[in-house]
Every structure is written in C-alpha cells, then in structure tokens.
C-alpha cells in the first residue's frame, strides 16, 4: 500500500534509555515511510535532573538541527500536531528503559510450577526478583508477612491453581499478603498482580483490591504444563507504566505528549519481533537481541507467538560488572583473541561499570568490550533457549532456525570494524542451519515496535526500505566429524550465470565472497549426515541468499563453540577466527 | 558536550538529605547545628509481626474467637497480657508472646507488632539543619571540602583523617600501617593486596580513603568492618592530585566518611566532607557542566587517568583513534605540562 492512500503522518519515537535519549523522526518520503534522522542527548531521568524531558527536550534540537524543521516552540513544547508550513510532528510516541529495575516478590503454590511461571512473566519487564514465597518454603503466615514487609516490593506477582484446582492454599498466602500490604504507609504499597487460578479472581478483588494497586489476568497456567503467559504480561507492562510514572519526573508531561502511547523499550521490542514473526518466513522464528549499557533484551517470536526475556545489570556500560558477577573472567576471556591480564580485563570491566559512557583508548579495550558482549549474550541465550519451541531446529542447548536475527545496540553500531557486529551475534548466539544477521544501525526496533500498534504501515514500510544492515548470511551445518572432515559442499549461483563450489571442513570458519547485496542460490549438499536445516541430516538443497557486509559466512566451528581448557590455544583460535574476519573489514 | 562534574573542592556548599524510607520521629528542629553522631530521627526500620491464630489458640471457631478477644487494635501490650479468652473447662488463653502493640484483630486472628528497637539514623555530618522533612528526617548543610568517590563499600563513619604520606603517589603496604594510625581514617596512593586491607583492620583503622584499588579487593573490601572509598577506579595509580591537596592541606582534621555504595540515577556517590570554618558563601557546585575550552578537566579512563589538565581546544568533528572508534576529542594540556588529546566522553569537569 502506498501512504498516499493513508492519511500520512509524521512521527516522533523517543526512547528514554538508561545512558541515551534518542529521538527518531518518521515522515513520508516519495510517497512511503521512511526514517529520517535521529537526535540523541544523555538520559536525565535520574540525578541530577529527575526529569527526563530534558533529555528528550536536548535530543530533539539536535534532530531539529540535523532535519532544518522546527519542532520545539518555547512557549508550548514540542509542536503537536504538524503545521501546514511543516514545523512540529504528528504524532509523538516513547518508549523507556532508563531507571532501577522494579523490584517483584513472586508467589505461587510449588516452586516448580507456579512460580517458574511467575519468574517468567516477572522476566518480560526490567525487575528484579528480591523474594520468592511458596506453599513448601516452610514459612508461617507471620515470616511471610515480615518478609513482605523487609522487602518492601514494587510488584508481587500471584500465581498458582490451574483452573479450578488448588483454592485454599493459595488463599492462605493471600492473606499474609494482603496484612503486610496494609501494614505498609499507602504510598509504599506494592502493586499487585493477579494471574491465578481463575475461580478465586473474585475472593481476590474482594481481598486485595482496597489494599493494593490490584490488577488481575487470566490464569498465566490454566492447566498443567501450558503456560499462557501473554495477558499476563500485558498487565505486567502496564504496572511497569504506572510505576514508572510515579517515580520519574517528567513522564507525565511526556505521556501528554504521546497522548498515552508510551509502553517499556523491552515491550515494544518484543512486538517489534512478534510483528516480524507475523510478516516473514512462518517456518522459522525472528530472533532480537538488544545490548545495552545496562541491560540485555533478547525477543524471539515464531508465527506471531513471542518470548520475551529481559536481563537487568547484564550489559556493556553500567551493566558490565553484572556480566562478570553473573559468569567469570575465564567465561570472558575465552572469547579474546589477544592475551591480558586478570588484573587488565577485572578492572577494566570494573571501571566500565562505573565510568558506562567511557570509550575504548586501544585495541585491547575493544576486544575486552567485545568478548563482554559475546558472553552476556551467550548467558542470556543460555537461559532464554530453553523456552523456545524445540520442534524447530536444533532444540536442546541450541537455538531453534532463525530468520532473521536482528542485533542493536551502541556496542555492535558503534564498533569500529564492520565484521565486529558480526563476530558478537555469531559467537554470542551461535547460531544453526541458514540464517540472516542483521544490525539495527540506527536504533529503530523499539520505536517501530510501538509505532506498528498504531500505524503498522509505517513499520512495514521503513522495515522494507533497507533500514537494518544485512551483515551476512550465516550456513552453520550440525552434525560431529573430526576436524578437517569435509562436511559439506556448496554452489554458488551467481545471477551472471556463474558459478562456483566450495569444500567445507569442520571446524573451520570461512566466507564466500558475494559483495553486499548481491543475489545469489546457494546449492547445499551436507556430507557426514550433517545437517544445514534443509529437512534433517544429510539432506541437500536449494536456498536463495543475499550477500552481506561480510558475504556469506560458513561456520563449520561445531555447535555449541567449545573451548580449550589451555587458554593460550583458545587466544590462537581466536585470534585466527579474527583473521578471517578481518580480511573482509 | 555536556558533562558530569567530579565533585572535587577546597571550599564549597554542601547539602544533603537524610531520610529513612519509614515513617519515624524527627528529633532536631531547624536551624539546630549537628555533629556527625546526633539522631537525626528514629524509626522501627524493619518491624516485626506475630499473626496470632485466636481462634486455634481457644480451640474454638473464627466467629466465637472474636467474641472472645479481649484487646483492640492500638492497644499496647507487655508480655503475658491477655488477648483473648478464658473459655473452656480450662480457661483458655492467649497471651501477648512479647510486648507490642495488637495491630489488627478479626476473623479470629490478630496481627501483632513486636517492640522492637529503633533505627537511629546519624547526621554523618556536620552542619545545620536547613530542612525538616516531615517523619522521614532532614537536610543539612555546611561548608566545607568535598571529596567524591566512584565506589564504597557501604560503610559510613567519622574520625581524623591521617594521610599515610605527603603525596599519595604510592601503594599502600603493609609496613606503612602502625599503630599510630589506630581510630584514624588514612588516605593513600593505592592498595592492590588484600594484606594491607586486613592489616588495617587489625590496628584498627576507623577509615581508608584511596585513590585506585584493585578490582580483585572488591569483595575483601566489601566485607571489612571500616569504610572504604575509592575516589578514582580500579587500577594502580596514584590519587588525583586535587584530591590529595585536599586531603594533606587538612590532615588531623574532621572528616565525615560516608562510603555508600554508588547509585549513578540516584545521585549517591561515596564522599568525604570536612567542615571548615569559612567567612564566605560559596555557591552549591553544578552537576553537569559543557565541556569547552578552558575548563578544568579529570582523565576518568586510560594511562592519563586520573591525571588533571586544562582543555586547549575541541577538535571540530569526529575523529578517529587508532582503534578505529570514531569520536570527538578535547586538546589538553596536563599539570605537567605536557599535551595529550582525549575522547570527551573520558572527560569529567572538575571545579576548583
């Protein structure tokens, strides 16, 4: 459809982030959405401002300045909506991300049921898990009302009972939650959300709902074993949304701005991808991963259905000592192709983690900021696999066949070689069968996200206008050889008629070289019972493929990547992994 | 570009808030001078409740419980007191398990509070109370010197302060640590063995300022018994000479040290103040500030760090380090004279 059939209109997403405000600008352009510009300026939603339309206020006039359109006016703000002689902008959304993770207590009846579920919905938002509470932690009603109160939560999470079933138990708990929610001055009680068995919603209601900010979704586990977590995490969002807005300054002048549409970063993130999922190839799944400088957001969608997990303190700035704490130094340093100290990496990473807008002086420090990107993605992966669909891939331990899969963030952006974006997915996310690695150059996912609820044109059209950077086509065949074992044989079909094949051996990494765009069939004939996602092992055939910023990129490495126990044969490897690269960079 | 001000002075204003996040009892006026160890306010911080079951107590129905209770939310008990009962052959009871206040009563049950000691939350500081923040506690302020850290421990105290030597340009060791420095908050260079860390809390020290510490001490340091600030990072360097001059100039004097651990969006930084005597009303420092020619500027990453310079010049446009990164870059000249180029984002003001 072409936007003249549609009431055009102009629009501003701004991203409140934990280090960066970005502003984007979306307007028609020869008749279709296009992204314009972006304007960024530091986040001011914590000290010393408290007030994140500064932030959002400095980013604008930087976009203004880049765009030569007005869209401020010193007496009434940003300029909603567009005027005739093309000042302001139509419609303004945001997204946020900046601020402390909320803090949840989960409660549910079996640790092994009810609350995994709750652990999961809780996992969807930017929130920290300070306290769990259930029927076999063998604590009286009075521990657990004075766990509550010591606690003192943004958000307890209720779950438990699939649809008619267990009643009383749960009311039992729901009792010490609703004495210590009471007990609490008003303006400390937490929010409450209810996503349990449905028979006891109204007992519930009647309990809970002049205590506390009570909200209530259908059961997140209406029989044993499915889990239906969607409303839940609808609802979840929304409590995101008012805790937000009760705790940063400025957010409701922004809200007024968008007239409502404001939603977490994480959240239209994961739409982002869910729509995607929708509109491309229904046979695979889209994979996002976001690496920011606090947190991590990994999406994964398949046919519309999405899972959504995102990783407080685990990222690249203020994040960075999270990565350490949550793995290890030998689990970064694996991933580096040159030799540093403990003390260099340690510290390194520590004074990132105090000092996140600080850039990298040498090469050392930018392979120190990369192999911490490589393992939080890996970590991340690690635990969000699990829950994805298993009849779709590799399973297990190794992500089902994506296509495609999108990275973003400053650290992959930014990066001063092209094949480094690369390095990071393929390494972090490992990656099987044919796939497509792309980079959100310039931030959009989250903006399209909540833009595509209300204007899905817009995403679909700037999504087709080439906006994310095709950083290679990726063949990961599966399968166990011995290394140097030929384990497949591939033709390449140029569009000008020729042709040539390729010998594949394991454990090598090696790329083809097919400039940037260009369109070529690939023939595929595994060897070894290996299988490169083609209807099982040892099957051949056809696929069409587009040449990245690197080519096409044949990891033949084994998956998953292993490592040697001498750090020094890991750093070679590594550093001849980085030379192949880097003869494309 | 806008950047973050180190908040690093000789003589400036300084005005904190000290709340407790409870409710509880505000015990100065405004306009009171406080020291360090004056109860700002009090609180029962984490109280704590018993949910007595009435009703199983008498061994009788939630309805006929609630008949039975003797007591009513708001009453204050001593322990032994009669809640509920008698009732029975045997006259039943329920006692106060300790003494406390009945909170809530119904449904045959009662939720108690316990008597429990209160929080008494410290100025930490000098100064004058300027503000009363109702139930929560007040604001200070005072004049002074200002040191701000980039990690603590969390640990806050009071004392002397006691540089270890006159220019804090070397490790601290072992050796260095005698019995002089007993009940003294000691500033040093850097500390890289964890040693040093518990030899001073052997003599004991009251306090350790440091201008860069291992990483690798982290957790050893979190664990010691005495504050600890880090005023500059991880690393083995020297302290910042402006914080040095600061901290020699005023050896044997007072030094408030609150090491709380840093909250970058909250605005806490682990800092020292020391209150002087001033005649004059320097202004409350800025936050942020735009980095341009002229200012004075901190190294806050790379071999330069910590050192002070001047900013020369920003360098028009992005240009390109030999890592490949692309970013603007400030001209700088340092204390010693010798010129350097930084990216701006490695750059924090500093104010005299």
């Known amino acids: 459809m072409d936007t003249t059939t549609v009431a055009a209109k102009s629009v501003i997403a701004v991203d409140i982030g934990s280090t960066i405000t970005r502003s984007l600008f979306f307007d028609v352009v020869s008749g279709k959405y296009r992204f314009v510009a972006f304007g960024s300026a530091p986040t001011t939603a914590g000290a010393p401002n408290f007030d994140v339309t500064e932030g959002i206020w400095r980013s604008l006039e930087e976009l203004q300045y880049i765009t030569g359109r007005a869209l401020l006016s010193e007496k009434d703000g940003v300029i909603i909506p567009s005027t005739p002689d093309n000042q302001g902008v139509d419609i303004m959304v945001a997204t946020m991300s900046a601020g402390e993770p909320i803090s949840v207590v989960t409660v549910g009846l079996l640790n092994t049921v009810s609350l995994q579920n709750a652990r999961h919905l809780a996992h969807t938002t930017y929130a920290n898990i300070v306290a769990e509470i259930s029927l076999n932690d063998h604590r009286t009603s009075s521990d657990r009302i004075n766990l509550l109160i010591r606690k003192r939560p943004d958000l307890i999470i209720i779950t438990g009972g699939t649809n008619n079933g267990a009643s009383n138990s749960l009311l039992s708990i729901l009792e010490s939650i609703g004495l210590s929610s009471y007990m609490l001055d008003e303006s400390q009680r937490p929010h409450i959300l209810y996503t349990g068995n449905e028979q006891l919603q109204d007992e519930v209601k009647a309990g809970l709902s002049k205590i506390s900010k009570l909200r209530i979704a259908a059961n997140i586990q209406p029989v044993l074993g499915e889990e239906n977590i969607h409303p839940a995490q609808t609802e979840i969002n929304e409590v995101y949304k008012d805790i937000r807005k009760k705790q940063a300054g400025g957010l409701r002048e922004v809200i007024s701005w968008t007239e409502g549409t404001f939603t977490s970063t994480a959240s239209a993130f994961g739409r982002v991808i869910r729509f995607l999922s929708e509109k491309y190839e229904p046979g695979k799944g889209v994979l996002g991963v976001d690496i920011g400088s606090d947190a991590t957001i990994m999406a994964a969608a398949f046919n519309g259905e999405e899972t959504l997990r995102v990783f407080p303190g685990l990222g690249v700035g203020s994040g960075s000592a999270g990565v350490l704490e949550k793995n290890s130094l030998e689990l970064i340093k694996r991933w580096m192709p040159i030799e540093l100290s403990d003390k260099e990496v340690r510290d390194y990473i520590y004074n990132k983690s105090i000092y996140p807008s600080s850039l990298p002086l040498d090469s050392d420090q930018v392979e120190i900021e990369l192999a911490l990107a490589k393992q939080a993605i890996r970590y991340a992966a690690e635990l969000i696999i699990p829950g994805l669909p298993k009849q779709l891939g590799a399973g297990g331990t190794l992500l089902p066949y994506m296509e495609p899969i999108i990275g973003s963030g400053r650290i992959l952006t930014l990066a001063p070689k092209r094949y480094q974006p690369l390095s990071v997915l393929l390494d972090g996310l490992q990656p099987s069968g044919v796939t497509t690695l792309a980079l959100d150059q310039n931030g959009l996912l989250p903006g399209l996200g909540i833009v595509s609820e209300t204007n899905p044109l817009l995403t679909v059209q700037v999504i087709e206008s080439s906006t994310f950077l095709n950083l290679g086509t990726i063949i990961a065949p599966l399968g166990v050889a011995r290394p140097g074992t030929t384990i497949l044989r591939i033709q390449v079909n140029r569009e000008n008629g020729r042709s040539f094949t390729r010998e594949i051996k394991y454990g090598s990494l090696s790329i083809l070289p097919v400039e940037l765009g260009e369109k070529v069939s690939l023939h595929l004939r595994p060897l070894n019972r290996f299988d490169v996602g083609m209807g099982g092992p040892g099957k051949s055939g056809k696929v069409n493929a587009v040449g990245g910023v690197l080519g096409i990129v044949i990891d033949a490495r084994g998956r998953p990547l292993q490592f040697s126990p001498d750090l020094e044969k890991n750093i070679k490897r590594n550093e001849q992994w980085r030379k192949t690269f880097s003869k494309y960079e | ?352």
């Open chain 2, 1 to 352: 570009m806008i950047s973050k001000v180190k908040h690093i002075h000789a003589n400036t204003s300084i005005k904190r808030e000290r709340v407790l996040p409870v409710a509880g009892h505000v015990l100065v006026r405004r306009m009171q001078k406080v020291s360090p160890a004056d109860v700002i306010v009090v609180a029962p911080l984490v109280p704590q409740f018993i949910l007595l079951d009435i009703a199983q107590g008498l061994n009788v129905n939630p309805a006929r419980a609630d008949e039975l209770l003797q007591r009513a939310a708001g009453e204050d008990l001593v322990q032994g007191d009669v809640i509920a009962g008698p009732v029975g052959m045997f006259q039943r009871v329920v006692r106060a398990p300790q003494a406390g206040v009945v909170k809530m009563a119904g449904e045959g049950k009662v939720l108690f509070e316990i008597s429990s000691p209160e929080y008494e939350l410290q100025a930490g500081m000098e100064g004058t109370i300027t503000n009363i923040i109702p139930e929560r506690g007040a604001i200070i302020e005072t004049k002074g010197s200002l040191i701000q850290g980039v990690w603590g421990n969390g640990k806050i105290t009071y004392g002397v302060v006691q540089p270890t030597s006159n220019e804090m340009l070397q490790e601290l060791v072992v050796e260095q640590l005698n019995i002089g420095f007993r009940g003294a908050i000691i500033s040093a260079g850097f500390c890289r063995q964890p040693e040093v860390l518990e030899a001073a809390g052997i003599v004991p020290i009251k306090g350790l300022i440091l201008g860069s510490m291992s990483s690798s001490l982290i957790p050893l340091a979190r664990k010691m018994d005495y504050p600890i600030m880090v005023i500059d990072g991880f690393r083995e360097t020297p302290m910042n000479k402006a914080a040095e001059a600061i901290l020699i100039q005023n050896k044997d004097k007072n030094i408030a040290l609150n090491a709380q651990e840093l909250d970058t969006f909250k605005g806490n930084f682990p800092e020292g103040i020391i209150s002087q005597s001033s005649t004059t009303e320097p202004d409350l420092p800025s936050e942020a500030e735009t980095l341009k020619a002229g200012k004075k500027v901190i190294i806050i990453n790379g071999p330069e760090s910590p050192q002070i310079g001047k900013i020369d010049k920003i360098i028009s446009g992005k240009q390109v380090l030999s890592n490949g990164i692309e970013t603007r870059l400030a001209e700088i000249t340092l204390a010693n004279e010798k010129s350097t180029t930084i990216p701006l984002t490695n750059l924090e003001i500093l104010k005299d």
